[in-house]
């Protein structure tokens, strides 16, 4: 191990899971280089702020962290500010003549040379460090796991090739391509080493894990693989295209018992003449039949998705028809974002682009509709035994907070746990469900069948 002597980072990750991965690998390198994290950034001698770029807010978040951290060279004691991920890639030329406290700019396949480019940074060179888009790192490297040490997310491919119209993601991540099965093993022992229980398997798209490497979907077996390894209890499987779920896959689903009976599904929309919009490459008729099946094959299957409100072109009828969709089809979870016009993108360039408060007023609508069913299925769930994986205890009380296999780390609700004997972040209990709270649930420990 290298002596940096004791240079401190401050590190900032922003965005989707998939980019909080890259930042776990780059503070697992940096610290292997000896510096030493730190979590005040007016205490830190190099700041890294890896970004997301994919919608409006998120850039603008970028931009202001980017800002005031740059602020720390002036009043603190930073002498280097780094900017990585999504915007660097997007950016980079920008980043640099427009902010001049930024010292180095890396690529989203570049992260693996954080450490050499803190050494160039530090020696008072100025750094664009940028691979081929395409480029595949598999870093084999401690990942600091920032997100409580029992629960993490396993990356299992890069980039993509659906080319949906308002999505910027392939030119910031490249084509798809899936890390090896070997890699993402080695990835998941190690992460099951360090405590990890829960597993939350991402990419821009799971479901086609594997055809770019192997000539065929490979996430079924993955997971089998995945499901071997000790000390890992569940995995999640995130981000599936709906018409790229196999029976096999479904199958993995049914017969592994370490996998969450839980799908992200992120469908858009529910209207054909949106979808076709959208270039998606499903019809309404055709989410039906796979959300149909996935319930009729897993009756306690939750299933979460992700809608766009205001695309270009969608009249009320549209809007509507998406309305009653949602209300059809019942979602465990469901999230809406206004659609983002992203310069560079198809959709940015079609006519018909909507009114931000017709956007947010559609948005609401699809909130408020959701949120009925959201409450109905939580009541649902009162009298139901559960296991739950218990992530930390509420300050000067004996209630306890976790999590059922039908909530996603940050996305979903909570269950407040009551529990006659001390617990430990990261326990798996079973708990009886005894009342709903809006998204949340509470509950009190079974003990004769605790884990
Ligand atoms: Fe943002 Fe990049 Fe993720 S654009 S959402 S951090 S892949």
Not at 251 to 257: A, G, L, M, R, S
Not at 387 to 397: Q, S, Y
């Amino acid at each position: 191990m290298e002596n940096r002597n004791n240079l401190t980072i401050f590190f900032v990750s922003l965005g989707c899971d998939k980019n909080l991965v890259d930042s776990e690998v780059m503070l697992g390198i940096l610290r292997e280089h000896g510096f030493l994290l730190v979590d005040d950034e007016m205490e830190a001698d190099v700041i890294v702020v890896n970004t997301c770029s994919f919608i409006h807010d998120a850039k603008e978040e970028s931009i202001q962290t980017i800002l005031e951290m740059a602020e720390m060279k002036h009043s603190c004691r930073c002498k280097a500010l780094i900017v990585t991920g999504c915007m660097a890639e997007r950016y980079k030329e920008e980043i640099l003549t427009e902010i001049e406290e930024v010292d180095a700019v890396i690529g989203t396949t570049s992260y693996q040379h954080i450490a050499e480019v803190v050494d160039e940074v530090l020696q008072g060179q100025r750094v664009q460090q940028f691979d081929d888009l395409q480029a595949m790192p598999e870093v084999d490297v401690r990942r600091t796991v920032t997100t409580g040490g029992y629960s993490s997310y396993l990356k299992i491919a890069e980039g993509c090739d659906k080319h949906c119209t308002y999505c910027i993601i392939p030119k910031l991540r490249g084509s798809y391509r899936s890390y090896s099965m070997e890699y993402l093993i080695r990835q998941a022992e190690m992460l099951a080493e360090q405590g990890v229980k829960e597993l939350n398997i991402v990419a821009q798209e799971t479901t086609v894990y594997g055809v770019d490497l192997y000539g065929r979907k490979m996430l079924p077996e993955l997971l089998k693989k995945l499901c071997r390894i000790e000390g890992i209890s569940w995995i999640r499987i995130l981000y599936c295209y709906p018409e790229e779920i196999t029976d096999e896959l479904i199958q993995v689903i049914k017969e592994e018992p370490k996998i969450c009976h839980y799908l992200d599904l992120p469908i858009q929309h529910g209207c054909d003449r949106i979808l076709k919009r959208m270039g998606r490459r499903t019809t309404k008729a055709e989410l039906k039949a796979i959300i149909g099946r996935l319930w009729e094959e897993i009756p306690d299957i939750a299933l979460r998705t992700t809608l766009i409100a205001g695309f270009p072109g969608e009249t009320e009828a549209d809007h509507e028809e998406l309305l009653n969709f949602v209300k059809d089809m019942r979602f465990d979870r469901l999230g809406v974002f206004t659609y983002s016009e992203e310069e560079g993108t198809a959709a940015a360039e079609m006519p018909d682009q909507i009114d931000e408060s017709v956007k947010e007023e559609r948005r609401d609508a699809l909130m408020m509709a959701q949120q009925e069913i959201a409450f109905e299925k939580s009541d649902e769930m009162i009298g139901r035994i559960v296991d739950v994986l218990v992530e930390g205890r509420l300050p000067e009380e004996d209630i306890y907070i976790g999590r059922t296999y039908r909530d996603a780390p940050d996305v979903d609700g909570y269950v407040f746990i009551n529990a006659e004997e001390e617990m430990m972040s990261g326990d798996i209990v079973r708990v009886q469900i005894t009342d709903a709270q809006d998204y949340d649930l509470v509950g009190d420990v079974i003990y004769e069948f605790t884990e």
